[in-house]
């Protein structure tokens, strides 16, 4: 007998759609980065340090700076935590973020929240939120995804 393949559920379908935005941030992708979002005006991000960008085009926007300006970025995520509620799902984590510019690189810890719409079956990024912490938090020490 055949063994059907196991579907995923919502939970690991949302994992999964932010991985692909942490992999399209931590390879300066703007297509990939493209890819992962909704465009729509109300889509929303706030970058450490930056206004909050409302709108595909503002978002888009910020992602191509950030991308010319960068030269490498390496991001490694941790602590991931998912709650779906029908059409919407969420992921808090912490991001470990070293970026390179021009001889010159940075590290940062930060704790981000990515809130995803399904969307004609898709996951798609409609808010993304990052601040940096001054200190890891207790439970930083889950495994690194």
Request: aromatic share 6%; proline share 9%; no cysteine.
């Given at each position: 007998m055949a063994v059907s393949p196991r579907l995923l559920t919502d939970e690991?379908?949302?994992?999964?759609?932010?991985?692909?935005?942490?992999s399209a941030l931590h390879?300066?992708?703007?297509?990939?980065?493209s890819q992962v979002w909704l465009h729509d005006d109300w889509v929303k991000c706030l970058h450490p340090g930056w206004d909050l960008l409302m709108g595909w085009e503002e978002v888009q926007g910020s992602w191509e700076e950030i991308f010319r300006s960068t030269e490498q970025m390496m991001v490694s995520i941790s602590r991931p935590l998912v709650h779906v509620a029908g059409d919407v799902g969420w992921v808090s984590c912490l991001?470990?973020?070293?970026?390179?510019n021009q001889n010159d690189f940075s590290?940062?810890?930060?704790?981000?929240?990515?809130?995803?719409l399904r969307k004609q079956g898709r996951w798609l990024l409609v808010?993304?939120?990052?601040?940096?912490?001054?200190?890891?938090?207790?439970?930083?020490?889950?495994?690194?995804?």
């Open positions: 690991e379908e949302v994992l999964t759609a932010n991985r692909m935005f942490y390879s300066l992708n703007l297509s990939m980065m991001e470990n973020v070293t970026t390179t590290s940062a810890l930060v704790e981000a929240t990515n809130i995803f808010h993304h939120h990052s601040t940096p912490l001054a200190e890891p938090p207790p439970e930083a020490s889950a495994p690194v995804q």
